[in-house]
């Protein structure tokens, strides 16, 4: 029988991380907050890494991706690298350079997409910003700060239907140049300086700051909430792929697996939804450059760092396309996935996913062992299919994966949706994973 208190708990937590993380680079900071709460040290690429047996580390890149490891007492040689891989980011909308134009006294803000959003879902919800700011101080230097605006500052109000009269026939569109600029304050006349930038100033430690650029992230400012009859199911923002930041971060985060003596990695990336080629990305050199900086440390040989390698396994947890009744015609009739039923194994023989024979038997396993059931996701034929960092992570590498995640709806909606017992599944299966003492392959 399934425990849904039990279930609430780990979604509710999960629901409060997503709140807490309005875009990619406060994932990052509230990763920063649970690791130090677990002694974690950071280490800063620019300085000499000396690295102790059993020792807690995380590197940052980019303020927006995070590697995350314990060194394990053995020799990564005999162990492998343990890794479980997601990304920080979520399609949105991003601030333009020039961020304002002003038209019949209403000031709007220009914005850019951000991967593949589902534009129309962000129309008449309350959004807001939250992002970093790069000003010059007072005494010329240059300086960044985390900003979040935590009220609604900003919406995209729908057409009246009475103006746009087949909406619910042609469907609901926003010209991607002219129809999303989002509506932000009334100006009675002309001012000096923009309201945004004033606003901006306003959340900077020092008000004499001179804003240069930054990086803002278009967010709804609903908090997550749970739903349904027994409230088996949540919505929040960015569950693609915050839900597998979490769950990944949360298996760590337990003292008989950080206690366990092998090397142990989260590895969390910025830039996924764009495609991965970033000095941050999952595409760029963090991860390898982080992996050979650790057998370095330790005085491994180029062999040893090799036979690491060889013995390492990739976890890249990412969302799955669960089922939606009300359109069966869009999934392999043989290969639905369904919310609330198991953690999902993605299968792809292009390469989309880096899922094979070997890994998904050895995922499988460690669901049986964990006590979770496991669902096969194939993509229709006809249909493109979506993609990962595990594929490329893989071939950076050169390890064995396995591409997995849960089931949800409405992914890279403003507003998605997934159900509260696969969660903690994921989290079991991945304590499994990093627990497991024999090698990974
Ligand atoms: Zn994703």
Redesign the pocket.
């Known amino acids: 029988m399934k425990n849904l208190s039990l279930a609430h708990q780990s979604a509710q937590d999960l629901l409060d991380f997503i709140d807490a993380s309005p875009s990619a680079w406060h994932v990052v900071k509230t990763l920063e907050t649970q690791l130090a709460a677990f002694q974690f040290q950071r280490l800063y690429e620019t300085e000499t890494w000396q690295l102790e047996n059993g020792g807690r580390y995380y590197v940052v890149r980019g303020d927006s991706s995070i590697i995350v490891f314990v060194h394990g007492e053995k020799s990564v040689a005999e162990t492998g690298f343990k890794i479980i891989g997601a ?1 920080t980011d979520s399609p949105s909308l991003r601030i333009k350079p020039n961020p304002t134009t002003t038209t019949a006294n209403l000031e709007r803000l220009n914005v850019e997409i951000y991967g593949g959003a589902i534009i129309a879902t962000f129309a008449d919800r309350e959004l807001s910003l939250a992002g970093r700011v790069n000003y010059q101080t007072e005494n010329g230097e240059l300086a960044q700060s985390l900003v979040h605006f935590p009220q609604p500052l900003l919406r995209l109000p729908n057409l009246a239907i009475h103006l746009n009269r087949n909406v619910n026939e042609d469907g609901l569109k926003f010209h991607k140049q002219n129809e999303l600029g989002l509506l932000f304050a009334n100006v009675a006349e002309q001012l000096p300086v923009s309201q945004f930038l004033t606003l901006l100033t306003s959340q900077l430690p020092d008000d004499t700051a001179r804003i240069l650029a930054w990086d803002l992230n278009v967010f709804d400012t609903q908090k997550g909430n749970f739903w349904g009859a027994n409230q088996e199911f949540f919505a929040n923002g960015q569950i ?2 915050l839900a597998s930041c979490h769950a990944a971060i949360n298996a760590l985060l337990d003292e008989r697996i950080l206690k366990n003596d092998s090397t142990l990695i989260c590895a969390f990336f910025d830039h ?2 764009v495609g991965s080629e970033s000095h941050c990305g999952a595409s760029g050199s963090f991860l390898t450059d982080t992996l050979q900086r650790m057998s370095d440390a330790t005085s491994q040989s180029s062999q040893d760092f090799a036979r690491a390698l060889a013995r390492s396994f990739l976890i890249s947890a ?2 799955a396309h669960a089922y939606h009744p009300n359109f069966p015609q869009v999934y392999d009739a043989a290969h639905t996935v369904h919310v609330n039923q198991g953690v999902v194994i993605k299968v792809n023989v292009n390469q989309r996913y880096t899922s094979d024979g070997v890994s998904e038997a050895m995922f499988m396993r460690w669901c049986e062992r964990a006590n979770v059931p496991h669902q096969m996701y194939s993509h229709r034929n006809e249909l493109s299919c979506g993609s ?1 960092i595990g594929a490329t992570v893989s071939a950076k590498l050169g390890i064995r994966g396995v591409d997995v995640g849960n089931p949800m709806w409405a992914m890279h909606s403003c507003r998605e949706s997934a159900g509260v017992f696969d969660h903690g599944a994921m989290i079991a299966v991945m304590k499994q994973f990093l627990i497991n003492n024999a090698p990974a392959s």
């Open positions: 990304h693609d792929n996924e939804e990412d969302m990962t």
